[in-house]
């Protein structure tokens, strides 16, 4: 019979590819997949296109900040987690897997009253508020970096596996990525990814630099959905809203990727070993995680890091001819990383998490 997993995680495209990188592996195990996310969100988009089940909650977003709004999140949880209770019997899951986000608190807790074994991965430096309050429901919590395991609480229950990476990510052509762009193959390549939200700093800086980039660059640019600017339209600069199936050609017809600095997009890039700029969100509209993440591997000489609030046309032209001065180096250095895919770990994990809770494996 075969392993039934419920899967969650959601409201940015952070917390779903490393699932998407794991579902991918089970199902050629033959184990039984099912997601449990939002309605109208970035997850269900996603996993839309997986051939799975998708079974939609009430989750209400954790708030950090004061907001009206954090009035009606109590109730929406509790919803949320009485709506999940009921769908895990239903579903007679073996075991959940959680990436975190709001959606996935709920999810947990009911797991954890179903006395489901249940996994969930943190993938930055420091947990996310999600991820916080869901650690004394898990019984593993796997982390991406060993210097976020120093920090955390409930020791015992981490383990350090790396990140989930989708395996067509190694697969990428640069020849069919450049057909795609009808780009030149003797001219450098930069892909500039804004996240699934789209970076509107990013963007600007872009596109304001794109006269002085395109003399000796090509630029692919994925911009995030409503974002596109049909006015900037250039032999050499290729827009998308948002890329998919894709992706892994244009990563490999890059040369030099610039990026927010989300733990998840950032181990992809280490992990294909792309020299980089990371342009991490201010504290200002985040908790800081970019910043963390992209400290540390500049604190390395791996990455080139720009503040948000320092971000133009002339800084960004500036790192990137820092970076293509230094990118032999830069390759070398991220090699010395050792980064790989998580999934095989992970999966081993999961198994041994189902049997201990004797269910037949």
């Known amino acids: 019979m075969a392993i039934k997993i419920v899967f969650t995680g959601g409201g940015t495209a952070g917390h779903v590819t490393p699932n998407i990188a794991l579902i991918e592996?089970?199902?050629q195990e033959n184990w039984s997949v099912e997601?449990?996310?939002?309605?109208n969100?970035?997850?269900?988009y996603m996993i839309g296109s997986m051939a799975i089940p998708f079974h939609v909650i009430s989750s209400g977003k954790l708030r950090r900040h004061l907001s009206l709004q954090n009035v009606l999140t109590p109730f929406l949880v509790i919803k949320g987690i009485w709506?999940?209770?009921f769908l895990l019997k239903k579903l007679n899951a073996d075991v959940v897997f959680s990436k975190g986000g709001f959606v996935s608190f709920p999810v947990v807790v009911a797991a954890w009253l179903n006395r489901l074994p249940i996994m969930a991965h943190e993938s930055d430096l420091t947990p996310g508020l999600a991820n916080q309050m869901s650690f004394p429901f898990v019984d593993t919590l796997c982390v991406t970096f060993k210097l976020a395991k120093q920090s955390m609480r409930y020791q015992k229950k981490i383990k350090v596996t790396g990140t989930p990476i989708r395996e067509n990510l190694f697969q990428g052509s640069?020849?069919?990525g450049l057909n795609i762009c009808n780009f030149r193959a003797d001219k450098p390549c930069i892909l500039v990814i804004g996240g699934s939200q789209g970076a509107q700093s990013i963007n600007t800086a872009i596109r304001q630099a794109l006269p002085q980039l395109l003399n000796n660059y090509q630029v692919?640019?994925?911009?995030?959905?409503?974002?596109?600017d049909e006015t900037c339209s250039s032999q050499g600069y290729k827009q998308f809203a948002f890329v998919e199936q894709e992706l892994a050609h244009l990563f490999a017809a890059s040369d030099l990727v610039i990026s927010r600095a989300g733990a998840n997009t950032l181990y992809e890039i280490l992990a294909l070993q792309k020299p980089h700029i990371l342009i991490p969100l201010s504290r200002e509209s985040s908790r800081g995680d970019q910043i963390q993440?992209?400290?540390?591997?500049?604190?390395q000489d791996i990455s080139y890091v720009i503040d948000d609030n320092r971000l133009d046309n002339t800084t960004l032209c500036t790192a990137i001819e820092a970076v293509f001065a230094n990118k032999n180096s830069i390759i070398e250095k991220i090699q010395t990383l050792g980064i790989h895919s998580a999934t095989v770990n992970i999966i081993k994990l999961l198994k041994q998490?189902?049997?201990?809770?004797?269910?037949?494996?």
Do not use: D, P, T, W
């Open 41 to 44: 969100s970035i997850e269900q």
């Open 293 to 299: 993440n992209a400290s540390y591997f500049a604190a």
């Open 35 to 39: 997601y449990i996310g939002s309605a």
């Open 220 to 228: 692919i640019h994925i911009c995030g959905k409503g974002k596109l």
């Open 83 to 85: 709506q999940a209770y």
């Open 25 to 27: 592996a089970l199902k």
């Open 353 to 361: 998490a189902v049997a201990s809770s004797k269910k037949v494996v």
């Open 174 to 176: 640069r020849e069919r």
